[in-house]
């Protein structure tokens, strides 16, 4: 079979963003399937391409997956226009490839939301299956956070979202709180599968030479964020726990922020006033050598803004590399990882915007070197057992692929 598969922010291991669609598409070629990836240039991504783009585009192979990249530039430290641009002009060159590739399904993820575009005329104009991953909710998320206030803009959003839902022939969510999304559009629950991010245990799991950032000293106590350093993250809260800290006199507590993102400076700059020299700032690093970072450091920080539709509309990369490595996990907002982490006591749960709680967190753990061991043994357990990245896959494969045809012929 042959799959068409849109993803604008597609990664290989070699960059240092998510690689879900990579590890997906392998899988669907472990399986007997062609992979056709069609990406834009993602800022921390890496394609593998190295050739250079003729009329904004590139094509190759990288580990048996067809790849055709177009020259779309896109950061995370971009501005709402120009992202909103991006993702516009992804979709529109997306639309071609509809009418002129040869494929047997087509499968988009999102975010954005207009990846889902190109299924959409896939669909309805060339009669072909279509199957629709929602990683965010959208234009929920952004709603409550703020980021966009116009009604016409989020009116349009949501005629977007209700077309993509209800045009695919079966979707995939990351998370329940996708998934009741998506039922709120009115879709079957039986056209819906829920496969969150997984785990990447081989990555996380080999012996690695383990390293720590500079401004790090051996005996440190290492609190872990890999990822954007963006409105939606919230980093402040680790900024304000670092300030208590500090108060407190607890310098051998090393806050390590790893990753860019639009509020990075704003971020360094609010650590250079108030003399924070426990915060650690450091550039995105591949997978690899994140592994070995990891293997340094005493717990991982799954942070978000207290955003509401965050607690069960999520489903972060970060949080699976973390148990991956079986690092311990700070959670600092209620929800479904904050429920699973409790249960299965493999960290801490504390309550949002509350930098004393956070402290108080990051103390106890320090404090407590075997009860933080267990709990890192606990992380990896639950990492092994519920989301192995293979057999997450083989469940989505099944789905796209299988499945598909049934629903396709009703």
């Given at each position: 079979?042959?799959?068409?598969?849109?993803?604008?922010?597609?990664?290989?291991?070699?960059?240092?963003?998510?690689?879900?669609?990579?590890e997906?598409?392998r899988?669907?070629?472990?399986?007997?399937?062609?992979?056709?990836?069609?990406?834009?240039?993602?800022?921390?991504?890496e394609?593998?391409?190295?050739?250079?783009?003729k009329?904004?585009?590139?094509?190759?192979?990288?580990?048996?997956?067809?790849?055709?990249?177009?020259?779309?530039?896109?950061?995370?430290?971009?501005?709402?226009?120009?992202?909103t641009?991006s993702?516009?002009?992804f979709?529109?060159?997306?639309?071609?490839?509809?009418?002129?590739?040869?494929?047997?399904?087509?499968?988009?993820?999102?975010?954005?939301?207009?990846?889902?575009?190109?299924?959409?005329?896939?669909?309805?104009i060339?009669?072909?299956?279509?199957?629709?991953?929602?990683?965010?909710?959208?234009?929920?998320?952004?709603?409550?956070?703020?980021?966009?206030?116009?009604?016409?803009?989020?009116?349009?959003?949501?005629?977007?979202?209700?077309?993509?839902?209800?045009?695919?022939?079966?979707?995939?969510?990351?998370?329940?709180?996708?998934?009741?999304?998506?039922?709120?559009?009115?879709?079957?629950?039986?056209?819906?599968?829920?496969?969150?991010?997984?785990?990447?245990?081989?990555?996380?799991?080999?012996?690695?030479?383990?390293?720590?950032?500079?401004?790090?000293?051996?005996?440190?106590?290492?609190?872990?964020?890999?990822?954007t350093?963006?409105?939606?993250?919230?980093?402040?809260?680790?900024?304000?726990?670092?300030?208590?800290?500090?108060?407190?006199?607890?310098?051998?507590?090393?806050?390590?922020?790893?990753?860019?993102?639009?509020?990075?400076?704003?971020?360094?700059?609010?650590?250079?006033?108030?003399?924070?020299?426990?915060?650690?700032?450091?550039?995105?690093?591949?997978?690899?050598?994140?592994?070995?970072?990891?293997?340094?450091?005493d717990?991982?920080?799954?942070?978000?803004?207290?955003?509401?539709?965050?607690?069960?509309?999520?489903?972060?990369?970060?949080?699976?590399?973390?148990?991956?490595?079986?690092?311990?996990?700070?959670n600092?907002?209620?929800?479904?990882?904050?429920?699973?982490?409790?249960?299965?006591?493999?960290?801490?749960?504390?309550?949002?915007?509350?930098?004393?709680?956070?402290?108080?967190?990051?103390?106890?753990?320090?404090?407590?070197?075997?009860?933080?061991?267990?709990?890192?043994?606990?992380?990896?357990?639950?990492?092994?057992?519920?989301?192995?990245?293979?057999?997450?896959?083989?469940?989505?494969?099944?789905?796209?692929?299988?499945?598909?045809?049934?629903?396709?012929?009703?």
């Amino acid at each position: 079979m042959r799959i068409l598969y849109f993803h604008q922010h597609f990664s290989t291991p070699k960059g240092s963003t998510g690689i879900r669609s990579y590890e997906m598409a392998r899988r669907l070629i472990y399986h007997g399937h062609e992979v056709t990836m069609v990406c834009g240039s993602y800022g921390g991504a890496e394609t593998g391409l190295k050739a250079s783009f003729k009329n904004g585009c590139r094509k190759g192979v990288v580990d048996d997956i067809h790849i055709i990249e177009f020259d779309l530039a896109y950061s995370n430290s971009d501005g709402f226009l120009k992202r909103t641009a991006s993702f516009i002009k992804f979709a529109l060159r997306s639309i071609s490839l509809v009418f002129s590739e040869k494929y047997d399904v087509v499968f988009a993820t999102s975010t954005p939301l207009t990846a889902g575009i190109p299924g959409i005329f896939a669909r309805w104009i060339r009669g072909k299956t279509f199957i629709f991953e929602v990683r965010d909710l959208w234009p929920e998320l952004p709603k409550e956070m703020g980021v966009i206030k116009n009604p016409l803009v989020l009116g349009l959003m949501s005629i977007l979202e209700w077309i993509s839902y209800r045009s695919a022939h079966r979707c995939i969510g990351l998370s329940p709180g996708i998934m009741d999304g998506i039922v709120k559009c009115g879709v079957a629950k039986s056209r819906i599968a829920l496969v969150p991010n997984g785990c990447d245990l081989e990555i996380f799991g080999k012996v690695v030479e383990s390293w720590r950032p500079e401004g790090v000293n051996e005996n440190d106590f290492i609190a872990i964020f890999t990822g954007t350093h963006g409105i939606a993250n919230g980093l402040d809260a680790a900024l304000h726990a670092a300030k208590e800290l500090k108060k407190r006199g607890r310098d051998d507590i090393k806050l390590v922020l790893v990753g860019q993102g639009k509020l990075k400076h704003q971020l360094q700059q609010f650590v250079n006033q108030e003399k924070l020299d426990n915060v650690i700032f450091h550039p995105p690093v591949d997978k690899e050598a994140l592994s070995g970072l990891m293997a340094s450091a005493d717990i991982g920080m799954q942070l978000l803004a207290n955003v509401p539709a965050f607690y069960y509309g999520t489903s972060p990369n970060k949080f699976f590399d973390y148990i991956s490595a079986g690092l311990p996990v700070l959670n600092n907002y209620p929800g479904w990882l904050a429920g699973m982490i409790k249960k299965q006591q493999c960290g801490f749960a504390i309550p949002p915007d509350d930098p004393s709680a956070f402290a108080d967190a990051l103390e106890k753990a320090s404090a407590n070197k075997d009860q933080l061991m267990t709990m890192g043994h606990n992380a990896r357990i639950l990492a092994e057992k519920s989301f192995n990245r293979q057999k997450l896959a083989d469940q989505w494969v099944d789905w796209v692929t299988k499945e598909v045809f049934h629903e396709a012929t009703i």
